[in-house]
């Protein structure tokens, strides 16, 4: 299989405690974004990397999150001392430039309790 | 600032023909993304418009008119299993391909 993965999948911790996710994306692709999304709502951009570099990030991640993709290939999100407003699927997609479509992966559900 | 609406929910018949409207107020547009999400699953692509007009793919087509702002996907032959959320989602050139959505229309497919 040759799409975006997500791991992992489903993720339940307590308040306080810190959470990393990891994405890999399509193999050849450069880009790499990182995506929040709530009940009812639609996607809400995070953070995104051109191979290594991290290009920008939302005023949504707090200090407490923070992303990397170390030598441009998957990417991993750490969410640190979470809170219950954490609580969301956090989905990762990939594209070849910025001009392209974006696939998806299955993302991670996280529930803070 | 960056503003996407679309209906919140639709029900329609199956075999029916349905119309999923998208109006937008971004900076740095390049283009219009439409995705199908089913309920706890990631988005996937239906469709990708930078220039007007129509492009047509199967059941699906959609329309893109860049000097009104708006956009809309033409669902036809409903089937139950089009029963999903289907999120808009501007393209934005100049802030690296970032997508900002809609909050998604959940869509509703009756027998």
């Known amino acids: 299989d040759t799409g975006v993965s997500q791991d992992p999948r489903h993720k339940i911790t307590k308040r306080g405690q810190n959470v990393t996710f990891r994405c890999d994306p399509i193999s050849e692709h450069n880009r790499l974004y990182w995506y929040r999304q709530t009940l009812g709502q639609g996607p809400e951009f995070l953070t995104y990397?051109?191979?290594?570099?991290?290009?920008?990030k939302s005023r949504l991640l707090s200090d407490r999150f923070s992303a990397e993709r170390p030598k441009g290939s998957f990417s991993t999100l750490e969410i640190q001392r979470t809170e219950q407003g954490d609580s969301a699927m956090y989905l990762c997609?990939?594209?070849?430039?910025?001009?392209?479509?974006?696939?998806f992966g299955p993302g991670t559900r996280l529930t803070v309790l | 600032g960056q503003n996407i609406d679309q209906p919140t929910e639709m029900t329609a018949t199956e075999g029916a023909i349905v119309q999923i409207n998208c109006t937008y107020q971004t900076s740095g547009f390049n283009g219009l993304f439409w995705y199908q999400q089913h309920a706890g699953e990631a988005p996937t692509f239906l469709s990708y418009?930078?220039?007007?007009g129509l492009e047509e793919k199967g059941r699906f087509s959609s329309f893109l008119s860049r000097s009104k702002g708006y956009s809309y996907l033409l669902l036809k032959e409903l089937q139950m299993k089009d029963s999903a959320s289907y999120l808009c989602a501007a393209l934005l050139y100049n802030q690296g391909g970032k997508l900002i959505f809609g909050q998604g229309t959940e869509l509703s497919v009756k027998p």
């Open positions: 990397f051109q191979n290594e570099a991290q290009l920008e």
């Open positions: 418009n930078v220039l007007d």
């Open positions: 997609a990939s594209s070849l430039d910025s001009y392209n479509e974006q696939f």
